[in-house]
């Protein structure tokens, strides 16, 4: 055991004596607790000291050596009398505040887990897993007790907003909860706006994605059997997801997915891996046809789309974006994809109106470009 080592064991535990309000322990409040009102006693020590000092006209503050018999009692008596106080208070609050706070508290947390336990069990573990690392699901992460509760409510509130059928969540979490994070996400990046992206930016795009022939599923094999094709759908766009985004159904058999890549990741090679991978593992089988594939199509754009002007498209329009891209993919012969690339800027909003209408004239503008396999 080196000095260094002692060094860092004192260092961490007054570290967790000063986290006021992320206490673990009652033992790091008390010592707070006693700390403070040491402190307090101090100061007010020193002031009675000095003050009968100078009402017996004695000098507040002798030579070494110098202070009279009377003088050093009152300064004994002062000394004693407050750490006696001193222990009186720091017990009192110590009690106090575990009879009113810290017992109280505890026993709340340890409900508010159990029930956050039987929340989160009542969902698949790729839903359980949004709550952890995802940047689009946000809980406190601030050290303080406040956090349970606010897991508690992330994880049980995502019952209204979850899809049955497919598993993911629904077009009420986008409306409310999801573009509101987008927003300040937007917000948040018009200071980089100008900033080359390096490697590792995060880099937001918006995928809508449609199944293929659907409705021909539902006529051919019944509704019962779409179910169970959009039920495997929404579990291959979670697990091709992950953590990286969210996947919403955004009715019917259209899917929205909000995915963070990271640079220099380009995302119509993420278009086409999504592509690929949805037609490989959503395949028809049984009822007389085994293993038929079922495609998708695929539009997407980035978020924000001009980077220069983060704020100049809502939310909802550059979903509108990714919609019309996907239909591009539609009238192209489907199981394709076509994104959005920018070219440059617009410069006003009434050719921004004009591109958020129509890609087409955004394309011809020469304000993007629509990619394509």
């Known amino acids: 055991m080196t000095f260094f080592y002692y060094l860092r064991k004192i260092r961490k535990f007054f570290e967790n004596v000063f986290a006021v309000g992320r206490w673990k322990k009652l033992s790091d409040a008390a010592v707070f607790i006693y700390i403070s009102t040491t402190l307090f006693s ?4 020193l002031f009675l000291y000095a003050f009968l000092s100078y009402i017996l006209e004695y000098p507040v503050f002798p030579a070494w050596g110098t202070m009279g018999h009377t003088q050093g009692m009152i300064l004994l008596t002062v000394i004693l009398g407050m750490v006696f106080i001193d222990f009186l208070m720091g017990t009192f609050f110590v009690f106090l505040f575990d009879k009113l706070i810290f017992s109280p508290t505890e026993n709340i947390i340890g409900e508010i887990q159990k029930k956050t336990e039987d ?3 009542a969902f ?3 839903m359980r ?3 952890e690392d995802n940047p689009f699901i946000q809980v406190s992460s601030t050290g303080t007790w406040i956090d349970s509760v606010d897991r508690y409510i992330t994880i049980a509130g995502n019952e209204k907003y979850y899809d049955e059928t497919t598993g993911c969540f629904n077009r009420k979490y986008f409306k409310q909860v999801l573009s509101n994070m987008l927003k300040t996400e937007m917000l948040c990046d018009i200071q980089d ?3 080359q992206k390096t490697y590792g930016s995060n880099m937001v795009a918006i995928f809508m994605i449609d199944i293929d022939h659907f409705k021909y599923i539902n006529d051919d094999f019944g509704h019962q059997y779409g179910d169970v094709i959009l039920a495997l759908v929404g579990k291959t766009l979670r697990k091709m997801v992950g953590k990286r985004g969210v996947v919403i159904r955004n009715g019917g058999e259209e899917f929205l997915m909000i995915v963070c890549l990271k640079y220099p990741e380009r995302m119509e090679d993420y278009a086409e891996y999504v592509r690929q991978i949805f037609a490989k593992n959503v395949r028809i089988t049984g009822h007389g046809d085994k293993n038929r594939p079922v495609t998708c199509s695929i539009g997407y754009t980035p978020f924000p789309l001009f980077d220069e002007k983060p704020t100049a498209i809502s ?3 550059h979903v509108n974006l990714a919609d019309q891209a996907m239909y ?3 009238t192209s012969g489907r199981n394709t994809w076509r994104g959005l690339e920018v070219v440059r800027a617009p410069y006003s909003e009434k050719e921004i109106d004009k591109v958020v209408e129509s890609i087409d004239y955004g394309e011809k503008s020469r304000y993007i470009k629509i990619l394509s396999p």
């Open 129 to 131: 897993q949004l709550v």
């Open 42 to 45: 101090s100061i007010v020590g």
């Open 119 to 121: 929340a989160s069990n």
């Open 328 to 330: 591009l993919s539609k």
């Open 315 to 317: 939310v909802d329009e």
């Open 193 to 195: 706006s100008e900033a």
């Open 124 to 126: 698949p573990q790729e």
